[in-house]
């Protein structure tokens, strides 16, 4: 089977670091999936699912992740965010009050800068509380 190496690092730690067969992630414009030997290319990615397949096992792997870039190159991929977590580490508690903190930030008054942090929030509130709640379900 071919794979490629894969590194995926957030702001506070390496969250993965092994070959990988199949990496989907979410960027700007739809999901784009990478398998070896991908063309070398840089891809900028939003808030959402992150999904992989690790070389040893078919099941996939999902993260959570926040916005970043992918780096393709030389059959390595690198994935640099500012946060990553699994889905079954989330507090969904704490994710439901930084939704609700967002929504109310977004009904003020404020800067075009602060919307968009607002806007942010919101929407990495949002994936948590998705990916919580199918963790949950399984």
């Known amino acids: 089977m071919n794979t490629f190496g894969l590194k995926i690092i957030a702001s506070d730690k390496v969250f993965y670091n092994g070959r990988c067969s199949r990496l989907v992630v979410p960027a700007l414009d739809g999901e784009k999936e990478i ?17 992989f397949t690790s070389s040893d096992e078919e099941a996939w792997v ?3 992740v926040g916005i970043g870039f992918v780096h393709i190159a030389n ?7 500012d946060t990553a977590e699994r889905p079954e580490d989330i507090d969904e508690v704490r994710a439901r009050a930084a ?8 009904r003020q008054e ?11 929030s919101l929407a990495r509130a949002m994936v948590r ?5 199918k963790h949950e379900i399984k």
Request: hydrophobic fraction near 40%; proline fraction near 0%.
């Open 75 to 81: 059959n390595r991929v690198t994935v640099l965010v």
């Open 129 to 133: 509380l998705k990916e919580a709640g």
């Open 62 to 64: 999902t993260a959570v």
């Open 110 to 120: 404020q800067s075009i800068q602060e919307y968009h942090v607002s806007r942010a």
């Open 99 to 106: 939704m609700e903190r967002a929504k109310e930030q977004m």
């Open 35 to 51: 398998l070896a030997h991908h063309q070398d290319m840089v891809i900028a990615t939003k808030e959402g699912s992150l999904k």
